[in-house]
């Protein structure tokens, strides 16, 4: 296995800078166990990527709401007291929204993303994925541990720097191996959001403070660096004449190239203007998948927490992580759907998840729903369109693109969920603020 994983890195790291002679391998592993080790490989690293992005948004509330017990351990009331509201809004508001937790957990994954494509594939891969565990780690220790709103955002930055460069580190390393494993790695991100908002409202029901419950997940990181240097296998080129080919062979490509198509190794060897030629025929995707993520982001981080329902059980704490929860829910099951459903056209999901955001938007102001069920039904489905939009985004440009500008590629078109979260984050503060100065 070591072989193995020396063999991957030399590789990777001779296509991320000077092309030269790939060097002898050994033989692959047997078919299929290569074909499940590298499945569960990359659903493992989409799990333990998104982990930590995932929970800091499901303490949203607690972060900016947290009230500290003496000692050194933050401390958050899972089941708190009912109080009387101080404000003379008629919403239960934060004196910040949860926008800023978004922000902080999205803003650098932005800039990291953007500068990626530039040059981020000059660095191997190994030191990014080592970097990336230990901001995740660094994250859950420092808001653990906490004791104002400022250094658990600081800790918020450590989980997006982790998420940004993963998902450009792991979508990128998706191109050394049949296309397939896009459709774990997308599974594997689902799976992060439903087990990590479901993990932090399970365990803060039970009791634990939030600074315990994120202590807990320290072990996440560590199945991450696991997963990449020990369950992963030697990347081989795609089998001709597959399934995935057929599919391939009746699409057209996003830019026709005269050339013949050259081994993902290559792609080191792009010229800006062949960037950017591959970029512009990415628009296609790209724009549908910012207008879902604009919508989903906008709806999460600016509207969950002021779809406060007073004659429930549930505290306003509780109502936000069971919308965080069930949100996650509805990713994970669509971003596994790929083997049921394929979807070219997103930008019908985009149109959709805009008339969810204007409905929710019409509730916020008009208070006409009844029941905090029917906002449940619509979150979850909420979480259905938005982890379509992603799976079949990631799907169909792997199809479309050649094996040469494929790496850049991916690396290019995850810009597009980052883009949308951050705008959505900067049109929800102020809303925020508007709305809960409404008497």
Known sequence: ??????????????????????????????GQGAHWKN????????????FSYVVMLSA??????????????????????????????????????????LLADILPT???KLLAPLGLHLLPYSPRVLVSGVCAAGSFILVAFSHSVGTSLCGVVLASISSGLGEVTFLSLTSFYPRAVISWWSSGTGGAGLLGALSYLGLTQAGLSPGHTLLSMLGVPVVLLASYFFLLTSPESPDPGGEEEAEREARQPLMSSGATESKPDSSSDLSLQEKWTIFKGLLCYIIPLVLVYFAEYFINQGLFE??????????????????????QAGVFASRSSLRCCHIRFTWALALLQGLNLAFL?????????????????????????????YVNTFHNIA???????????MAAACISDTLGISLSGLVALPLHNFLCHLS
């Not at 994983?5 to 001779?14: H, I, N, T, V």
């Not at 009387?84 to 926008?99: G, I, M, Q, W």
């Not at 199809?399 to 590629?409: C, I, P, Q, V, W």
Request: charged share 15%; aromatic share 10%; net charge neutral.
């Open 361 to 389: 938007l019409v509730d916020v102001w008009v208070s006409f729903l009844p029941s905090i069920y029917l906002v449940f039904l619509i979150v979850l489905y909420e979480g259905l369109l938005g982890g379509a939009a």
């Open 60 to 101: 949203a509330h607690d972060i900016l709401s947290h009230k500290r017990a003496s000692g050194n351990q933050s401390h958050v009331d899972p089941d708190p007291v009912p109080t009387p509201h101080s404000n003379s809004s008629r919403f239960d508001c934060n004196s910040v929204s949860t926008a800023a937790v």
């Open 306 to 327: 002021l779809l406060f329902f007073r004659n429930t059980s549930l505290s306003h704490a509780q109502q936000y992580r069971w919308y965080q929860m069930l949100y």
């Open 399 to 409: 199809l479309e693109t050649s094996d040469k500008h494929r790496e850049f590629a």
């Open 39 to 50: 499945a569960v490989g990359f659903w493992l690293l989409g799990l333990c990527n998104n």
């Open 1 to 30: 296995m070591a072989g193995c994983a020396g063999s991957r890195r030399r590789r990777l790291s001779d296509s991320e800078g000077e092309v030269s002679t790939p060097e002898p391998r050994p033989p692959p592993l047997g």
């Open 110 to 112: 932005l800039v990291i």
